[in-house]
């Protein structure tokens, strides 16, 4: 079974928009993790975070964890066409890393 | 260097043939892995290598079969595969725990 579960599936804004992808997960962690798919294309790690921590900033991304609720979110501000792809949660366990269903985001111009 | 790579980057064979996928780091990472994905779904999981020794095994068929020869390099061996087996074929190292980097993967049709 899928250790990663994400909300919306899929997801249209505006450039400028932000936008907001949610993950929940079913078990004990090490961290959580955030990759980007562009179409067809490997997967882009863009952010872990631990489990002991509440909130990370990576350029224009931002990540919650909330362990107790055994979710995450990841926020896009100031969206831009280039950020069109899949965005997956990637919840780390003891011995391996298990991608959640994703959300494909589309940003229209 | 920074970087995965796979190779072929495209793939189509017959279910009688027997091909190779190939991968390869330079990152000093001691994990590497094999992940499957069919269209518009997360990358599933098939094999991790860890200091070149198979340590998890997600109940593959036997038509795959793994070997790692050193550090850097990753194969997947492909055998009588079926349609259904029509995937992108991803491969990344790490290492052995946080960030994965991924290659840009093997897109497989099997006829």
């Known amino acids: 079974s899928q250790q990663g579960e994400e909300d919306p599936q899929a997801l249209s804004i505006q450039e400028g928009e932000n936008a907001t992808m949610n993950c929940s997960y079913k078990t004990s962690i090490n961290n959580l993790q955030w990759y980007r798919q562009n179409s067809g294309r490997g997967l882009v790690h863009l952010i872990l975070?631990?489990?002991?921590?509440r909130e990370k900033h990576s350029g224009r991304l931002r990540v919650t964890l909330d362990t107790s609720k055994k979710s995450s979110s990841l926020l896009i501000t100031a969206s831009r066409a280039a950020d069109t792809a899949s965005y997956f949660c990637?919840?780390?366990?003891?011995?391996?890393?298990?991608f959640g269903p994703g959300t494909s985001l589309s940003v229209i111009p | 260097d920074t970087e995965v790579t796979q190779t072929p980057k495209h793939l189509v064979m017959g279910m009688t043939n027997k091909k190779s996928l190939k991968c390869e780091q330079h990152?000093?990472?001691?994990?590497m892995y094999w992940y499957k994905q069919k269209a518009k779904k997360p990358p599933e999981l098939m094999f991790v290598?860890?200091?070149?020794?198979?340590?998890i095994n997600e109940s593959v068929p036997s038509r795959f079969s793994p070997e790692c020869p050193n550090s850097s390099l990753l194969n997947l061996h492909l055998h009588a595969l079926q349609p259904e087996d029509s995937a992108l074929y991803l491969c990344?190292?790490?290492?052995?725990?946080?960030?994965?980097?991924f290659g840009p993967g093997t897109r497989l049709t099997v006829l």
């Open positions: 990637a919840p780390e366990t003891y011995d391996k890393v298990i």
């Open positions: 990344a190292s790490s290492l052995g725990y946080g960030e994965q980097f």
């Open positions: 290598y860890s200091y070149e020794k198979l340590s």
């Open positions: 975070i631990r489990s002991n921590e």
């Open positions: 990152m000093g990472h001691r994990a």
